[in-house]
């Protein structure tokens, strides 16, 4: 298992990511400040600071299974926000 480090780096990475691309995409379509596009950056927020929470849980039974789990979900609504990203374009 890669450090908590390593896995809050990702998910900061990953989330931001998504967050620039909403920008990239508003830039790119003069669609500055769009409805649809802060959404996506609301729910990333949301995302971060949900995943956080729980990657700095302490009280749980098997820490690696947990974060494991923690990774996962990161994948899912990461790739659940990257679909809604691209019905926007």
């Keep these: 298992m890669a450090s908590i480090r390593d896995l809050k780096k990702d998910i900061n ?6 967050i620039e691309a ?10 500055k ?6 959404k996506i950056i609301d729910k990333a ?4 600071d949900d995943l956080i929470v729980k990657v700095n849980k302490k ?3 098997n820490r690696s299974k ?4 923690v990774r996962k979900e990161l994948e899912e609504k990461a790739s659940g926000l990257i679909d ?3 019905k926007l374009s």
């Design 59 to 61: 009280d749980v039974d």
């Design 66 to 69: 947990h974060l494991a789990s």
């Design 45 to 48: 927020i949301v995302i971060f």
């Design 84 to 86: 809604e990203l691209n």
């Design 22 to 31: 909403v920008y990239f995409w508003e830039a790119s379509t003069k669609s």
């Design 33 to 38: 400040d769009s409805k649809d596009g802060s």
């Design 13 to 18: 990475f990953v989330l931001g990511d998504i």
